[in-house]
């Protein structure tokens, strides 16, 4: 999963989102610099990771690219589903994007001298650009692909990914629709204190709601 949707799977609880962010930061099982909570989000960002690589629906989406990408074809779908999140996202949060971004990049700055100093550029940044409002756009989508790629030890190997997503948006679309309250319920589930989960700007518990969501 990519930024937006573990941000959004750390619930309403600001540590949480804090450590799902954290996530793709911080290395190894020693989590002891970090304060509790955001070591409680830390390990929902992995938890989620892992679940969702093995989802079926996940994987059906990893096999709807084309072959020649298989070897990025999760990295693809996890900024497809971000996408998709963004797009849909009055589906499954009360507040408008928008605001539930800036509560995002608050809560960041607000827990920056917790987290990763490998992290502390993209807190700035990420505030600045808008990253999380962007991925309702494809451009957003393009320059994620080239900055992930710029980092790969062996290029070329995101050559026309994005036209690929973009052929496949509609399938991958009905995808996330179906595959995302699972992961919502999934992870309200392995939460440190699941009976008290809550979707932010939502009053009533996650569990109901997903279970709407899943009939």
């Not at 830390?42 to 059906?60: G, N, T």
């Not at 949060?93 to 607000?110: I, K, N, R």
Request: proline share 6%.
């Amino acid at each position: 999963m990519n930024y937006l949707a573990h941000a959004f799977l750390g619930f309403d609880d600001a540590e949480w989102v804090a450590g799902q962010l954290a996530g793709d930061f911080v290395k190894g099982r020693n989590l002891s610099a970090y304060p509790h909570a955001i070591r409680q989000g830390i390990r929902m960002h992995r938890q989620l990771d892992a679940w969702a690589d093995s989802h079926p629906i996940f994987r059906r989406s990893c096999q709807r690219l084309s072959p020649e990408r298989r070897r990025v074809a999760g990295i693809l779908v996890d900024l497809a589903y971000d996408h998709c999140l963004a797009c849909q996202w009055s589906h499954y949060c009360h507040t408008d994007l928008l605001g539930y971004a800036d509560f995002v990049y608050q809560t960041l700055a607000m827990h920056a001298p917790n987290l990763p100093p490998t992290m502390q550029t993209f807190i700035q940044r990420s505030a600045e650009i808008r990253l999380l409002e962007r991925y309702q756009h494809p451009s957003a989508l393009a320059r994620a692909i080239d900055v992930i790629d710029a980092r790969m030890s062996k290029r070329g190997l995101f050559a026309g990914a994005l036209d690929d997503v973009m052929q496949n948006l509609p399938a991958l679309s009905h995808d996330f629709a179906e595959f995302f309250p699972h992961a919502i319920r999934h992870m309200a589930g392995l939460a440190p204190q699941p009976g008290s989960v809550r979707i932010y700007g939502d009053h009533n518990a996650v569990l109901p709601k997903t279970e709407v969501f899943l009939r």
